[in-house]
C-alpha cells in the first residue's frame, strides 16, 4: 500500500483537460446545435420521465418505446408509394384484376364506288361473264381492249388483239372447267388491279385454284396493256396437300 502511494506521488496523473464543449462555453462562442438565448428557437423543454412522451415530437412508424436498433437506422425502410388514382369520365371504370381491353380490329378505310361505266367495272363484268357465258362472252373483247394491246404473263408475252383473243379461245377449249371468283377492282381508267381466283380443270383430272392479279393501262376507254402475275408451279401442285407442302418447304429454303 505506501509502495503505491510512493509510486502515485512520484508519478502524479496527467491534469484532465476540459472538453470542447466546456471551453466554448467558457469562451463564451456558441456550442453547435444548441439554440441561442434570447431567440425564438430557445426554449427550456422539461426532461420527460421514463415511459412518459415528449410533446411536440411524433412517435415513428412502427417504431417500438424502446431503443431504436442501430441496422434499423443504418438502413431505413423505404415507404411504398401510395397508388394515384385518376378518375376520367370518359373512360369506362376498369375492374380491379384481371382487366384485358377488348381488341378493336382497324376498319380498311372506305373507297368510293367506281362507276358502272368505268373501264375497270367493264373489265369485271366481262370476268364475271366469262365464267358463265364461256365463248360467247368474248364479242366483248374489241370493246374493251385496243388493238394495239400488249398481254404478259409468266409463260407468254405476246401484242394484238387477234393473238389475244386466241388466247382465250384455247383457255376455254382446254378446260372444261373456267371460272373467276372473288373479283375485286382497285384504280381508274389510266391504271387499275383485277385481284381474283382462277379454277380450272381439264376433262379429267382435279381443279387447280390459282390466286391471281392482272394489272391493266387504259388509254381512250380501252386497255392497251394487261400483266397477269401467278405461281405456276404453285398452281400445278395445289390438288395435292403433301405436294404442296413439299413445295413450300423446298420454295421456303431457296427464297429465306
Request: aromatic share 8%.
Amino acid at each position: 500500500m505506501l509502495k503505491k502511494k510512493a509510486a502515485a506521488a512520484m508519478c502524479p496523473s496527467p491534469p484532465r483537460l476540459p472538453s470542447l464543449r466546456a471551453s466554448l462555453a467558457t469562451a463564451g462562442h456558441a456550442i453547435p446545435g444548441t439554440p441561442i438565448k434570447g431567440t425564438s428557437r430557445h426554449r427550456a423543454l422539461p426532461r420527460p420521465s421514463p415511459g412518459q412522451k415528449r410533446k411536440g415530437t411524433k412517435k415513428s412508424r412502427g417504431s417500438n418505446s424502446g431503443p431504436v436498433d442501430a441496422r434499423q437506422m443504418k438502413n431505413p425502410s423505404p415507404r411504398r408509394p401510395q397508388a394515384c388514382k385518376v378518375t376520367d369520365s370518359r373512360l369506362p371504370p376498369a375492374p380491379e384484376s384481371g382487366y384485358k381491353p377488348a381488341h378493336r380490329p382497324m376498319k380498311p378505310p372506305a373507297r368510293a364506288a367506281l362507276p358502272a361505266d368505268s373501264l375497270p367495272m367493264r373489265i369485271k363484268d366481262f370476268y364475271e361473264r366469262v365464267s358463265v357465258e364461256r365463248e360467247a362472252a368474248l364479242e366483248q373483247l374489241p370493246e374493251l381492249y385496243a388493238p394495239e394491246v400488249r398481254f404478259v404473263n409468266p409463260v407468254v408475252d405476246e401484242t394484238g388483239l387477234v393473238t389475244f383473243e386466241a388466247y382465250w379461245r384455247k383457255a376455254l377449249k382446254q378446260y372444261k372447267r373456267f371460272v373467276f371468283r372473288d373479283i375485286e377492282v382497285v384504280g381508274d381508267d389510266a391504271v387499275f388491279t383485277l385481284t381474283y381466283s382462277m379454277e380450272v380443270r381439264f376433262a379429267v383430272g382435279p381443279t387447280f385454284i390459282n390466286a391471281m392479279s392482272t394489272d391493266c393501262h387504259g388509254r381512250d376507254g380501252k386497255v392497251v396493256y394487261c400483266r397477269d402475275y401467278f405461281d405456276p408451279l404453285g398452281t400445278l401442285v395445289s390438288p395435292s396437300k403433301l405436294a404442296t407442302w413439299v413445295y413450300k418447304k423446298v420454295f421456303g429454303l431457296l427464297v429465306a
